[in-house]
């Protein structure tokens, strides 16, 4: 049951909307390059990816986004 809702906006028409953490993935990969968030935009249907800093992976995680870790945290 997703119960976190957020804030986002498509590149490419522009469109402002709200997604619940199923609609969101999050990828933690070993750099700011390769940490990112992706979701397909409910208006346009194109597939959106955007960088995820420190505090956005927090918010991501913590609201219940699946996340994939790209390499290990040994």
Known sequence: MDTAV???ACPDC???FELAAGALR???GGS???TFYSF???DCGAAVR???GER???LLTGGGVRT???HSTA
């Open 6 to 8: 957020f804030k986002a």
């Open 14 to 16: 522009r469109g402002c």
């Open 26 to 28: 999050l990828a933690i």
């Open 32 to 34: 700011r390059r390769t």
């Open 40 to 42: 397909t935009c409910p």
């Open 50 to 52: 955007k960088p995820a």
């Open 56 to 58: 956005i992976v927090e």
């Open 68 to 70: 994939l870790r790209l």
